[in-house]
C-alpha cells in the first residue's frame, strides 16, 4: 500500500506547528519504534508508484520492429511464395529466436536499472524516541521527525518546525529556479505551492541552511505524488557508442540491400540464372552481410557492464559514463572519506599553553589525556571543559552503540568531537539538555565555521563558534587562560601551534565563546565577527586506507594522474598526500593562491600540482575547466550541494553515496555506494573493460559477416557454385553472433588493462586499425570457406557434404578467431587463452553440441541439406581453425612489434 493520506485536512501550511503536532499525535522528540510500526501498516511505503511498464507482448512484439527483420520477413513471405518451405520456416526461426533472446536480456537490463534506482533511493535523518539515526526514505511515516541540511533532497512534505537560513529549490514543483527561502510561521490556507514558506515538500533540494520539520505527507500523498505520480522511469541501456554503431548497422543493411538487388538483376537479366535460385542466393548474401545481432550484443554488453560497476560500488546514473571512464586521464578526488577512512578520531588537544595527546580507538569516548608522555585528568586543566563544551554544543551529529560498536549518525567529524568530549568526562546528552539550542548559523564552505547560540536554564546564553584556525582566530580578540580568566589573544602561539598539528597529517579545528545577554534569541553574522574568545584547539587524525594508496598506485601506472581537492590545512593536506603516493606534493596551492590566478595562469598550475588545500566547492569548476584547456579526460569528485556545477563540468562527475548530498547526486554520472576511492579506480577498470568489451563485439562480428559475404559474392559474379546455403548461413550467424559474440560481453578484464595510457576520446570506433582487422579477417574467413568448399568438391564430395564442411570450417573460424579476440592487447596463445572464461567453455560446449546435430541428426539434415561427416573431414575442418588462429596471432605480434618501434 502507497497511499498516505494523513488527514482531510491539506492545510498543514496554514496551521502553527504545536498544532500540526497535536493533529499527527506526535512530539519533537519522534516517534516510538512501536508507533512507526503501526503508521507503516496504515500509510505504507514512502515511495511513488512506479510508472505502468509495457505490456509484456507488446515489448516482445518492439522487438520485430527493426530494419533487418523486416527484410528477413519480406525474404520469407516470397520464399514461401516460392514454395520454399523449409527456407522460409529457418527464416521465421532466426526472427523468432531473435525476439526471444532481445526479449529476455531486455527483462534483465531493466531489472539492473531497477536494482540500482533502489540503490540511489535517498536517506533520511530523522528523530525516533529521542535518538538522532539514519534510515532509508522509504521508512518515513507521517508524524516523523525529519533533520534537513544543505544539499539534502526533502524525503516527504514536511511542516516545519524550525529553520535557519533555509533556502530550499523547488523547481521541480513550481519551474522557479530561484530557490524559496522558508520559515516556520503559518502562511495563508489559499497560499500558492509556491508560497508556502513553512512547507518542505518531497523532491525538492535544499540550497542552504538547516531545519527540522514533521512529515504530514509520504508517497503518492505528497504534493509531488499528486502533481505527476510517475518519477520512475528506467533509463534506456544506450550509450554514444551503441547509436553510434545501430545507425552504423542501419546504413550497412541499406548499403547491403543496394548491392543484393543489383545483383539480383545481374544474375536474373545478364547471368540468365534461375529467378527462384538467384533470389534465395541473395537472401543468403543479404543475411551474411547484415550485422543483426550487433546492436542487441552491444546492449548486452553494457547491461552487464552496468552490473559488474554496481558490484564494485560504482552506481551508474547516466549509461555514457561508461564509456567516458575508459578514456579518463586525470582523477580529481576529495580526501576525507574518498582517500582516509572517515573515521576521525581527536589526536591533538592545544590549549595557550599546553599540547595535549589524546588516545582511544573509534568513536568511543573513553580514551587517555597524555601532556609529555604523562597521564593527566581533564579535570586538572578548567580550559579543557570548557572546550569541550563548545565541541558539542556546536554540533549535529549523534553517537550510538550498534552491535558492541560505537557509531556517529551525522559528520564524521563531529562524531570525533562528541568522543572527545566524552574522554573530557562531559556527559554529551546531559549538557545538551541544560544548554538548549535556540539558533545557528550552519556550516558553509564559504564562511569556513559554524556556530549555534544556546541558552541554559540559569537564565545564561552563550554563542559556540567552530571552524578553520585562520577564519576562527579572525574572528577572536581574546583567548582563555589557564585559569578561565580572559587574556589577549597572542595569534602567532596558535598559528605556529595550529601548522605544526597540521604537518602531522590532522586536521585542525578551532573553538571560541561569546556570552550573550539572555534576551539574545536569533544569531546573525555580526554577532560572532571580531568579538570571541577563543578557547582552544584540536588536532583529527583520519588515516589514509590501504586500498586507496594501491589505488593511487595502479592509476599513475595506467597513465591516470590523481590530484587531491580538501578543504583541510595545507600541512594537513601535503601530509595525507605524501602517504597515500601523490606525485607533486611539494608545490600545494590554496583556495587564496587560486583567487589570485587568472585562467590562463591557473592552466599553467595544475601542470604541476597535484595537492589543493583550503579550497572551496567553487574552486573545483575552475580546476575541471583548467585540466580540460589541456585535453585531458576528468573525473571529478564531490559530495556538497555546492559541487554540484564542477561534477556537471567533469567528463565524469562522481559523487559520493554515503555522505553525499542528493543535489550532488543528481549532478553526477556516477554514485559511489562506499565513498571508496578504490571503488573509483575500480570503476575506470570496469570502464575500459566495457568498452575493450565493445570494440571485441564489433571486431567479431562485422569481420564474421564481411567473410560470409564475400564470399558468396565472390561465387555470384563469377558464376561459381554458392559455398554455403542461405538457409545455412542463417545457422551460422545464429550461432556465431548470438551464442559466441554474447560470451564477449562476459570477458574480465585483461591483465595490462591498467597498464596502458588512456584511450584517446576523440578516436572513432571505427579506427584505422579495425578496419583493417575487420578487411584482414574477412578475407581470411572468405578464403577459408572457399578453400574448404573447393577442395571437397575436388576430393571427389557431392556439393552437400563440401557445403557441410564449408560451414563447419565457418564455425571452427568463428570459435578460434574468438580465443584471438579474447585478448586484444597480449597474445591468445597460453594456457589462460586457451583454457576460457565459463562463459566461453559453456558456448563452445553449445555450439559443439549444436554442430553435431547439424551434421549428424537426421532431422537437422532435412532442414539444412547437411550432410554426415568422416573423422578426416572433420580434422581438416579443425586444423582450418587453428591455421587461423596463428595467422591472426602472427598479425597481432607484428602490430605489437611495429608499435613499440615506433613508441622506442
Known amino acids: 500500500m502507497e497511499n498516505s493520506d494523513t488527514s482531510t485536512n491539506a492545510g498543514w501550511h496554514s496551521l502553527p506547528a504545536n498544532h500540526v503536532l497535536e493533529d499527527l499525535k506526535c512530539s519533537t522528540e519522534g516517534l516510538s519504534q512501536t508507533e512507526v510500526d503501526t503508521r507503516f501498516v496504515k500509510y505504507g511505503a514512502n515511495r511513488l508508484p512506479q510508472a505502468p511498464r509495457r505490456n509484456a507482448f507488446v515489448r516482445f512484439l518492439l522487438h ?115 530557490p524559496v527561502e522558508k520559515r516556520i510561521q503559518p502562511v495563508a490556507d489559499d497560499a500558492a505551492l509556491g508560497d508556502r514558506a513553512s512547507m518542505a515538500y518531497s523532491g525538492t533540494l535544499v540550497s542552504s541552511g ?62 540468365h540464372h534461375d529467378f527462384s535460385e538467384m533470389f534465395m542466393a541473395v537472401v543468403g548474401l543479404s543475411v551474411a552481410a547484415i550485422p543483426e545481432g550487433l546492436p542487441a550484443v552491444l546492449t548486452i554488453t553494457l547491461a552487464i557492464g552496468v552490473q559488474a560497476m554496481a558490484r564494485r560500488n560504482a552506481i551508474v546514473r547516466r549509461l555514457p559514463a561508461i564509456e567516458t571512464l575508459g578514456s579518463v586521464s586525470v582523477i580529481c578526488t576529495d580526501k576525507t572519506g574518498t582517500l582516509t577512512r572517515n573515521e576521525m578520531m581527536v589526536a591533538s588537544v592545544l590549549s595557550n599553553r599546553h599540547l595535549f595527546n589524546l588516545e582511544g580507538t573509534g568513536y568511543e569516548p573513553k580514551g587517555a589525556l597524555k601532556l609529555d608522555d604523562s597521564h593527566v585528568s581533564p579535570s586538572e586543566h578548567a580550559v579543557l571543559e570548557e572546550l569541550a563544551r563548545a565541541a558539542t554544543l556546536c554540533n549535529d551529529a549523534a553517537l550510538r552503540v550498534h552491535e558492541g560498536v560505537w557509531v556517529v549518525e551525522g559528520d564524521p567529524m563531529e562524531g570525533a568531537l562528541l568522543a572527545f568530549s566524552g574522554k573530557m568526562d562531559v556527559n554529551v546528552r546531559e549538557e545538551q539538555a541544560r544548554w538548549k539550542r535556540t539558533d545557528a548559523i550552519p556550516f558553509d564552505a564559504k564562511h569556513r565555521f559554524m556556530a549555534t547560540l544556546n541558552h541554559d536554564h540559569g537564565h545564561h546564553a552563550c554563542i559556540f563558534v567552530k571552524g578553520a584556525p585562520e577564519q576562527i582566530l579572525e574572528m577572536c580578540s581574546n583567548q582563555r587562560s589557564v585559569d578561565a580568566t580572559t587574556e589577549h589573544l597572542d595569534s602567532a602561539y596558535w598559528h605556529q601551534k595550529a601548522e605544526a598539528i597540521a604537518a602531522l597529517g590532522q586536521r585542525v579545528l578551532a573553538f571560541a565563546v561569546r556570552t550573550v545577554p539572555p534576551e539574545h534569541t536569533v544569531l546573525e553574522h555580526e554577532d560572532v565577527g571580531g568579538t570571541l574568545t577563543l578557547l582552544g584547539m584540536v588536532g583529527m587524525i583520519d588515516p589514509p586506507r590501504d586500498e586507496a594508496i594501491k589505488a593511487v598506485t595502479e592509476c599513475h601506472e595506467a597513465g591516470i594522474r590523481v590530484i587531491m581537492i580538501t578543504g583541510d590545512h595545507t600541512k594537513t593536506a601535503a601530509a595525507i598526500g605524501k602517504q597515500i603516493g601523490l606525485k607533486n606534493t611539494e608545490n600545494v596551492y590554496t583556495g587564496t593562491d587560486l583567487d589570485t590566478l587568472d585562467d590562463a595562469s591557473l592552466s599553467q598550475a595544475v601542470l604541476n600540482c597535484d595537492v589543493f588545500a583550503r579550497t572551496s566547492p567553487e574552486h573545483k569548476l575552475r580546476l575541471v575547466m583548467a585540466l580540460q584547456s589541456h585535453g585531458k579526460t576528468v573525473a571529478m569528485t564531490g559530495d556538497g550541494v555546492n559541487d554540484a556545477p564542477a561534477l556537471k563540468r567533469a567528463d565524469a562527475g562522481i559523487a559520493m553515496g554515503k555522505k553525499g548530498s542528493e543535489a550532488a547526486k543528481e549532478a553526477s554520472d556516477l554514485v559511489l555506494a562506499d565513498d571508496n576511492f578504490a571503488s573509483i579506480v575500480a570503476a575506470v577498470r570496469e570502464g575500459r573493460t566495457v568498452y575493450d568489451n565493445l570494440t571485441k563485439v564489433i571486431s567479431f562480428i562485422l569481420p564474421v559477416n564481411g567473410g560470409e559475404a564475400i564470399s558468396l559474392v565472390v561465387a555470384l559474379l563469377i558464376g561459381l557454385t554458392l559455398p554455403i546455403a542461405p538457409t545455412q548461413i542463417l545457422w551460422v550467424n545464429m550461432l556465431g553472433s548470438v551464442v559466441l559474440a554474447i560470451t564477449l560481453a562476459f570477458e574480465p578484464p585483461e591483465p595490462q588493462v591498467m597498464k596502458r595510457p588512456p584511450r584517446n576520446p576523440s578516436q572513432p570506433i571505427l579506427s584505422s586499425f579495425l578496419i583493417w582487422r575487420i578487411v584482414f579477417v574477412s578475407l581470411i574467413f572468405a578464403a577459408g570457406i572457399f578453400g574448404q568448399f573447393e577442395l571437397a568438391l575436388l576430393m571427389g564430395r557431392d556439393v552437400e557434404i563440401a557445403r557441410t564442411m564449408a560451414v563447419n570450417t565457418l564455425i571452427a573460424m568463428e570459435v578460434f578467431y574468438l580465443f584471438s579476440m579474447r585478448y586484444g592487447y597480449g597474445t591468445s596463445v597460453t594456457w589462460r587463452g586457451v583454457v576460457g572464461t565459463k562463459p566461453v567453455l559453456i558456448s563452445l560446449a553449445l555450439i559443439t553440441i549444436a554442430q553435431l546435430l547439424f551434421i549428424y541428426a537426421p532431422f537437422m539434415q532435412n532442414i539444412f541439406d547437411s550432410r554426415a561427416l568422416k573423422i578426416t573431414d572433420l580434422l581438416l575442418v579443425f586444423a582450418t581453425g587453428v591455421a587461423v588462429l596463428l595467422v591472426i596471432e602472427v598479425e597481432k605480434q607484428m602490430r605489437f612489434a611495429l608499435k613499440r618501434q615506433q613508441e622506442g
Open 64 to 178: 520485430f520492429h527493426n530494419i533487418l527483420i523486416y527484410v528477413l520477413l519480406g525474404a520469407a513471405l516470397i520464399t514461401a511464395l516460392l514454395s520454399h518451405w523449409v527456407d522460409t520456416g529457418v527464416i521465421l526461426a532466426v526472427v523468432v529466436v531473435n525476439a526471444i533472446i532481445g526479449f529476455i536480456q531486455e527483462g534483465k537490463a531493466e531489472q539492473a536499472m531497477d536494482a540500482i534506482r533502489h540503490m540511489l533511493a535517498p536517506q533520511a535523518n530523522v528523530i525516533r524516541s529521542g535518538e538522532r539515526v539514519t534510515i532509508d526514505g522509504e521508512q518515513l511515516v507521517p508524524g516523523d521527525i525529519v533533520l534537513l541540511e544543505a544539499g539534502d533532497k526533502v524525503p516527504a512534505d514536511l511542516r516545519l518546525l524550525t529553520a535557519h537560513g533555509l533556502s530550499v529549490q523547488e523547481a521541480v514543483l513550481t519551474g522557479e529556479s530561484v
Open 210 to 271: 538547516q531545519a527540522k520539520g514533521v512529515v504530514v505527507a509520504t508517497g503518492s500523498g505528497t504534493e509531488i505524488g499528486r502533481i505527476s505520480g510517475l518519477l520512475s522511469n528506467v533509463e534506456t541501456l544506450t550509450t554514444p557508442l551503441v547509436e553510434q554503431m545501430a545507425l552504423f548497422a542501419k546504413w550497412l543493411t541499406i548499403f547491403i540491400l543496394i548491392i543484393a538487388t543489383m545483383l539480383l538483376a545481374f544474375g536474373y537479366f545478364v547471368a
